[in-house]
Structures are given as structure tokens and as C-alpha cells.
């Protein structure tokens, strides 16, 4: 199956996309004759036999996405999923892959994909790090999505505030049941800017990342533009887990909880024992 919706002259490349969900239809959609979708059971096609490999697939499935992946292919793997992967690819010799931070969102299967754009970042916030990050972001200007290609600091830096996002505005969220995203930025706003606070003060201590100025209201306006969201702890080892990893191997040698407002939270929702 290939896509005829642009020329490859606009820079973006046939490749292949791993994963029919929406976000793989929509890359699918954005692309270029000699596209192909693989989805699952599918054999790894020989063709294109250069250029991304975009994994579209959630976190859990990633190890049989790397498994099923020809050996010479697999630095040609592009990951696009929320949470922390970095130590999941650096253990499996993948760790200088492309990796993309995915603010667009794709409500319905074969809908338009809508900007994560916001009232602080109206140019956007999707950005992508490695070899296939040009590649990428050509593929997203070509469907009238905004895409940032960052050094490895700035990426490393977006990354984890990504993922502070994600896991304060979650577990805030699971810590009042039936609270959206919109209801903790506006109704538990000095609680969840506190957890981002403790979560930014601790990654910098404890892993050294360099944060841009303003990171508290950057995920504030990102928390309004996507307001609806629904609130849930899950994918833990990805997301709060990352953190808690952290947390207990300081506390193992004898050191302070650099996040103890984040270990008490995640005990007080259940996701701690």
C-alpha cells in the first residue's frame, strides 16, 4: 500500500511505517509513493530498503517492533512513543536512534492531525533528535504540522520535560478522580506546579539536564490547549516509574529522595506500594 499525497522533492522520503493506528495512518497520509504500513503479522518488507523506519506502536510492543526488524535496519528505527526510552534503547544498542516527541494529536482514525501548538509555543512543540529527524519533520511540514530538529542538550531538556508533563499532570490528576488535564492545570494548579517544580530541581541534580527557562508555564499552556485530555497513571515503568527508579537507588545509598512529593503521590494513587 503507498501513499501519492506529495512528491519526494518537499524532502520527505519513502519509508516505512510500523503500525496501522492513527498516528501511523496519518504519517502514512502526510507521505510518498513507495510508502508501506506494516501492520501486525506483516513480514519486514524489502522495500524501501533505506531511509526511517517509523515505529507507531505502544510502548509495550516495542521489543517484537526490534525483534522483527532485519539487524542492518535497525538503526533506521524511529521512535515516536510517550515516556522514557532512553534507557530501554541504551541496553538494547539503539540508544543514538532517531527519537521524536509527539505533540500532535490524531482524534479519530483518518482525521486531520491537530498542532500541539499553544498560547506560550505557537510555533509548536513536536521536535526530533538523530539521523531521520530532518526526514521527519519534512514529512510533517508536508500534512501542515510544526516540527523542531534539536541538537542532542535542547532534545535530552525537551524530553524530560515531556515526560514531567505527562507524569505530573497524570498523577495529580489520578490523585482526583475524574479530574481532566484542564481541571489540574485550573483547580490544583499550585499542587501540580509544586510536583513540576520538585521534578525539574531533581532531574537537574541527579541527571544533569540543562532546562530551558519557563518550563513551568510552557507545560501550563500545554495542559490548556489539550484540557479535555482524561487523567490516568499507566504505562509506569515508561512514565512515574522512570522517576521512582531514580527515587529508590538515591534512597538505597543513603542519599535523600530527590522526588519525595512524586514517590508520596504515586503510593497515595496505588501505583507504590
Not at 516540527?147 to 490528576?173: P, Q, T
Not at 532531574?203 to 490516568?232: M, W
Amino acid at each position: 500500500m503507498a501513499s501519492s499525497s506529495q512528491s519526494s522533492s518537499d524532502g520527505v522520503m519513502p519509508s516505512i511505517i510500523i503500525g496501522g493506528g492513527r498516528v501511523g495512518q496519518a504519517l502514512f497520509d502526510m507521505g510518498v509513493d513507495g510508502d508501506v504500513i506494516v501492520k501486525r503479522g506483516d513480514a519486514f518488507p524489502s522495500s524501501p530498503a533505506t531511509g526511517p523506519i517509523y515505529v507507531c506502536t505502544r510502548n509495550d510492543a516495542l521489543q517484537g517492533v526490534v525483534d522483527a526488524t532485519p539487524e542492518a535496519r535497525r538503526k533506521d528505527l524511529v521512535f515516536l512513543q510517550n515516556g522514557m526510552l532512553q534507557p530501554w534503547l541504551d541496553a538494547r544498542g539503539l540508544g543514538g536512534n532517531t527519537q521524536a516527541l509527539v505533540y500532535f494529536a490524531v482524534a479519530k482514525m483518518n482525521e486531520k492531525p491537530t498542532d500541539g501548538i499553544t498560547d506560550a509555543n505557537p510555533e509548536g512543540l513536536t521536535a526530533a533528535n538523530g539521523e531521520w529527524a530532518d526526514a521527519f519533520a519534512a514529512r510533517l511540514r508536508s500534512g501542515g504540522l510544526r516540527c523542531h530538529v534539536l541538537d542532542d542538550d535542547a532534545f535530552r531538556a525537551s524530553m524530560f520535560e515531556k515526560l514531567i508533563w505527562i507524569c505530573a499532570f497524570m498523577g495529580v490528576g489520578a490523585a482526583h478522580p475524574g479530574a481532566t488535564v484542564g481541571d489540574v492545570e485550573s483547580a490544583h494548579k499550585e499542587e501540580v506546579e509544586a510536583l513540576i517544580a520538585e521534578l525539574v530541581a531533581g532531574s537537574e541534580s541527579a541527571k544533569g539536564v540543562r532546562f530551558a527557562e519557563g518550563t513551568i508555564p510552557r507545560l501550563a499552556a500545554y495542559a490548556r490547549a489539550v484540557s479535555h485530555f482524561p487523567t490516568a497513571v499507566k504505562e509506569f515503568e515508561w512514565r512515574n516509574g522512570f522517576f521512582c527508579g531514580i527515587s529508590e537507588r538515591e534512597l538505597a545509598a543513603g542519599r535523600l529522595d530527590p522526588f519525595p512529593t512524586h514517590t508520596a503521590l504515586m503510593k497515595q494513587v496505588g501505583a507504590l506500594e
